[in-house]
């Protein structure tokens, strides 16, 4: 049995070139048991023909937003109130603008407004229109309305640029639509990576955070269905799909962007290896090997997440922890100290944690723990954040 056994979908077809591939989804979709509906925007017709989706979904597909056809000449109504979710795929900039705006000028964005289900996008455009700060407003404005993004992938494109910007193939759609979105709606900001601390103006201290933890819980954290920003350090990673990324580099940058952001969110994850020390003073010019010894004067930088706690008591937090021994009493003592909700934590004994694919995590909470034995980080992240979408859900139910 799968997971759209019996769910009523309407497939939305924006004009774009990979209006083909959507004949394949409604395929897929019908044989994971779902009944669908097509509704076309004008411009996908110019790029296939209705008639294949009519022979496809056994049912005449839906172009015009005033519907002779419908019981009150209002097929948007009627369509509306029938899906249980609604997926575009492609969905062009054009359509994600408009939506994104509230435009109802045709039937497809006329059915979303219409309608309470939940709404899942795939975008596909060129990718130089994908990164445009337009896009990427509207993409920001969609999500935080709840909006799930599925994608887009990355690769060689039909107008030949490479990037992002292809739809996700059928069949990722298909599986990304089977996973529960257990975190629709919920705001999720993260730290990633390493704290750089200027001695001068060529050299910093630093630590071997490759923000690939906090990388994967952020990609976790978007399949869940949250919109997620991510504040990194500086790290050589791609920034996971459909998640806002701000780049900073010192803890003191950490501390500003997160303070900023920490209000507008449902969670806050701290996955980042924040330095503790800075330099008291950065030398303006490069220091000079005159004497056999250097001297640096350190100060203790604030600690982000205790501040975050401190400033925002309707945030859900979540610490990592990262610990060369007595694993489970120094990440107790943490979650008391810094006042969060989760701690999870790591040893980074003998090169584990750090820079590596794999990790494992000891989850811990006021009256409950959770092991997660090693794994790859990926797969690791999903696990926590099933376990923090629990928490953070029980927790809310508390609040109400
Ligand atoms: O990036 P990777 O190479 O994949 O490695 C992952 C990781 C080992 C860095 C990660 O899993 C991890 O453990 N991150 C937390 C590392 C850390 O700094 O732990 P800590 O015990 O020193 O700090 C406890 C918590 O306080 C952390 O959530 C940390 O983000 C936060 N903190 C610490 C200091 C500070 N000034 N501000 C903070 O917010």
Not at 42 to 67: G, M
Not at 97 to 121: E, V
Not at 365 to 389: C, F, H
Request: with cysteine; aromatic share 6%; charged share 20%.
């Amino acid at each position: 049995m799968t997971a759209l056994l019996g769910k009523r979908i309407v497939l939305g077809i924006s004009g774009g070139i990979a209006a083909y591939k959507s004949a394949e989804l409604t395929r897929l979709l019908i044989k994971a048991g779902a009944q669908v509906r097509v509704c076309m925007t004008p411009a996908a017709c110019e790029f296939i023909q209705p008639l294949t989706f009519q022979a496809l979904s056994s049912h005449p597909v839906h172009t015009t937003l005033l519907d002779t056809a419908a019981e009150a000449g209002m097929g948007h109504i009627e369509l509306a109130r029938w899906a249980d979710m609604i997926v575009i795929a492609p969905a062009t900039a054009d359509l994600m603008a408009r939506f994104a705006h509230g435009h109802a000028d045709d039937l497809l964005t006329t059915l979303c407004l219409a309608s309470a289900a939940p709404l899942y996008l795939a975008p596909a455009m060129n990718q130089q229109m994908w990164k445009h700060p337009a896009t990427q407003a509207n993409l920001q404005r969609l999500q935080s309305r709840g909006v799930a993004i599925l994608g887009p992938d990355q690769g060689v494109q039909a107008c030949g640029d490479v990037g992002m910007g292809r739809m996700l193939e059928p069949e990722a759609i298909l599986a990304a639509l089977q996973q529960p979105q257990l975190l629709s709606g919920i705001r999720i900001l993260l730290t990633a990576g390493p704290t750089r601390e200027a001695i001068d103006p060529v050299r910093f201290l630093t630590n071997r955070s490759s923000g690939k933890m906090g990388y994967a819980v952020a990609a976790a954290a978007q399949e869940f269905g949250a919109s997620v920003t991510l504040i990194s350090g500086p790290v050589a990673l791609d920034t996971p799909l459909g998640v806002e990324r701000i780049w900073v580099e010192s803890a003191a940058d950490m501390l500003e962007a997160t303070r900023y952001a920490a209000g507008l969110n449902d969670i806050f994850i701290a996955t980042a290896a924040v330095a503790d020390y800075t330099p008291k003073q950065v030398a303006t010019q490069k220091i000079k090997k005159n004497n056999d010894q250097l001297v640096l004067e350190m100060t203790r930088t604030t600690d982000i997440l205790v501040t975050v706690v401190k400033e925002n008591p309707k945030l859900f937090t979540v610490g990592f922890a990262a610990e060369t021994q007595n694993l489970m009493e120094y990440a107790r003592g943490k979650l008391e100290r810094k006042g969060v909700h989760m701690i999870a934590a790591n040893s980074v004994a003998e090169g584990k944690g750090f820079d590596r694919a794999t990790n494992a995590l000891e989850v811990v909470w006021q009256g409950g723990s959770q092991s997660l034995p090693e794994m790859d980080k990926k797969l690791l992240a999903r696990a926590l954040m099933a376990i923090i979408s629990q928490r953070y859900q029980q927790w809310k139910g508390m609040q109400a």
